[in-house]
């Protein structure tokens, strides 16, 4: 036995064995040349190559989670230092994410149209050059409640008394293992104290959807207590029956209620009362939360002005002569510009204790997207030309739609202007972006007639292309009487645009 033992395995192999201890009995020892120990265990912790853990970076100030859009290497590419590994949505805008180690990437965790991943999460593995890069080692993460024995329930004694039939609470009872519920899911099973943990989840990473929750909802309807777990709650306070669910479909009323939500079918006419969820973005709910944010904890104060265009738009048509195509919105940016630079108290910020005013003038410009609002940043703006604003404009336009931007375009600011003229919006009020203190909503120009005198005294009617601005300001750092100030700047700048070539 011990010289065929020898004969088929190295003697490193056999060393090990007899400092094992000698195998039970049955079982089949043989080792290849290569193989060894290793082979005969197999374990993931003696076969594994160590990797180098791949997080969710922050790539913005204000980044809690990332959706991965994109890999851009893939399982066994060699990747260097600087190299693109993925693409991440932010909460602003589609960033390239760069790789801060050599190596090769090894095992890809998160895979391409995951969402809402939080930040730190371990998201790919490399290994060192020359390593085996298919045997890496995955760690286990030990916080996942699906790879811990659940803890035995704990059982107190309460007082006798009244008690009151509460919702149970589904995602954190002793004894069970964790639920992740969407938000309507949570809803239905606790109106009808149904429990989830004996139905599998169909939603994407197991979460327990809508849908999961009215088919349990249905079966219990039909009847069928086997494939539920009962759940067990308190005796109500007053002593009348109440009926079960089969029982209550023949109770009737003046005013009949769906016990349900109505389910639209495909192929089918939507039934009365159907809706589709459609997920936020990252985007969508950074605007949902900093909108809010802002209506509640900022003092908005309001002041409206219009603005004669008509010399804009002569100069405007003498420039495209000379094949120069310059916007309305390129001159109110430079008039703005201009403004905050006559008026240095306007460009302000409030950082919730101090007011800081700035030196450089960084215009934030609004531009719509199929994600949400951004706002890219064209850097002092006072001392460029109309022509240079309106290429900056546009590029940074082109990069927020394409979701291109980087960070240093659309972080800091210290004066925003949006601009609705081009949806024929004639006036409207923008709500401040913090921690900016002013935001300037322009409308489009519309054409109103004007008594006026001409040289020699006599009146006349005239038309004009006027324009309606309206500036939101933070009543903590800009009084209502330095607003009406800058607003009679801004509009004799604008009615005068042979000014903003002196600044």
Not at 123 to 138: A, M, P, R, T, Y
């Amino acid at each position: 036995m011990a010289a065929s033992l020898w004969l088929s395995c190295n003697g490193k192999g056999v060393a090990r064995l007899l400092l094992a201890g000698r195998p039970a009995l049955g079982a089949g020892v043989c080792f290849s040349a290569g193989g060894g120990w290793r082979g005969l265990h197999g374990t993931r912790e003696l076969l594994g190559t160590p990797g180098i853990k791949v997080l969710m970076p922050a790539l913005s100030p204000t980044m809690e989670e990332g959706n991965i859009v994109k890999w851009l290497k893939k399982e066994g590419e060699t990747v260097n230092t600087g190299d693109a590994l993925c693409e991440i949505e932010t909460d602003k805008a589609v960033v390239t994410m760069e790789s801060s180690d050599d190596g090769i990437l090894a095992k890809i965790l998160v895979e391409e149209g995951s969402k809402n991943v939080r930040l730190g999460s371990l998201i790919g593995l490399l290994v060192e050059e020359g390593q085996d890069w298919k045997q890496v080692e995955i760690p286990v993460d030990d916080s996942d409640p699906s790879s811990l024995a659940p803890p035995a329930p704990v059982l107190t004694s309460a007082p006798a008394g009244p008690s009151v039939s509460v919702p149970p609470k589904l995602e954190h009872q002793p004894g069970k293992l964790q639920v992740r519920l969407s938000p309507a899911a949570r809803n239905i099973l606790e109106t009808h104290g149904l429990d989830p943990s004996n139905v599998t989840p169909s939603g994407p990473r197991g979460i327990f959807t809508k849908e999961d929750a009215l088919k349990l909802l249905q079966e219990k309807q039909k009847g069928k207590p086997s494939e539920l777990k009962p759940v067990i709650s308190p005796a109500p306070l007053q002593p009348t029956a109440v009926p079960f669910a089969s029982q209550a479909a023949d109770v009737t009323s003046a005013y009949p209620r769906p016990a349900f939500p109505p389910v639209s079918r495909p192929g089918q006419p939507p039934a009365l009362g159907t809706f589709t969820e459609i997920p936020a973005s990252n985007i969508r709910r950074v605007i949902a939360k900093r909108l809010t944010e802002s209506k509640t904890t900022i003092p908005h104060a309001y002041a409206t002005a219009d603005c004669d265009i008509d010399a804009i738009l002569k100069l405007r048509e003498e420039l495209a002569k000379d094949d120069i195509k310059v916007s309305v919105n390129d001159f109110i940016i430079k008039a703005t510009a201009v403004t905050l630079k006559q008026m240095p108290h306007m460009n302000v910020t409030w950082d919730g204790e101090v007011c800081r005013q700035l030196q450089s003038i960084d215009i934030s410009i609004a531009v719509a997207t199929d994600r949400g609002l951004i706002t890219p940043i064209i850097k002092d703006v006072a001392a460029k030309g109309i022509k240079e604003i309106a290429a900056s404009a546009k590029a940074l336009a082109k990069k927020a739609r394409d979701g291109k931007l980087l960070p240093e375009e659309y972080q800091g600011g210290t004066f925003s202007i949006s601009n609705l003229g081009m949806f024929g919006i004639n006036d409207f009020i923008a709500v401040i972006n913090p921690p900016q203190a002013c935001i300037l909503a322009v409308g489009r120009a519309r054409p109103e007639l004007k008594i006026v005198e001409d040289e020699e005294g006599n009146e006349k009617l005239k038309q004009r292309q006027l324009m309606t601005v309206t500036l939101s300001s933070d009543g903590r750092v800009v009084d209502d009487e330095l607003a009406s100030k800058f607003l009679e700047t801004l509009k004799a700048n604008i009615e005068n645009p042979m000014r903003l070539a002196l600044c």
